[in-house]
């Protein structure tokens, strides 16, 4: 799984961030973690997309401008920030990231019960 994480921050220019930071970032700016993430997905009317990630199949894709419009544009920018990038290139990155990140978490078609310690124990960093 660290293999995402790398292909991923290296195209961000970020090689040198930890990635368990990022996913925390991501995770940390909904209440409730992955599954705070998940309803804030399907609040927004992006429910159908978010579960597709849950489930086992294929999954949907999301844009740049729905990851905004459901994470906010101050998580986005703060982890532009982090990673050194334009927002705009941040949100695309975590637009093409959340789907791998949410299946990957998600291998029984649920989310996982536990904090976010508990989910970023699943990856080998």
């Known amino acids: 799984m660290s293999g995402i994480f790398d292909s ?10 930890n990635p368990a930071l990022i996913l925390g970032d991501l995770l940390g700016s909904q ?14 009317g992006l429910g159908e997309i978010a579960q597709s990630w849950v489930a086992k199949g294929a999954n949907l894709p999301i844009s740049a ?5 459901i994470l906010g544009s101050g998580p986005i920018a703060d982890l532009a920030g982090k990673l050194g990038i334009d ?13 791998q990140l949410i299946d990957q978490l998600t291998p029984d078609g649920q989310v996982p019960g536990g904090g976010l ?3 970023l124990g699943k990856f080998k960093l």
């Open 8 to 17: 991923i921050l290296g195209a961000a220019g970020g090689g040198d961030k």
């Open 31 to 44: 209440q409730g973690g992955l599954g705070g993430m998940i309803q804030a997905f399907e609040k927004g």
């Open 65 to 69: 401008e729905q990851i905004e419009g």
């Open 87 to 99: 927002p705009k290139q941040a949100a695309a990155q975590v637009s093409s990231m959340l789907p």
């Open 117 to 119: 310690a508990d989910i």
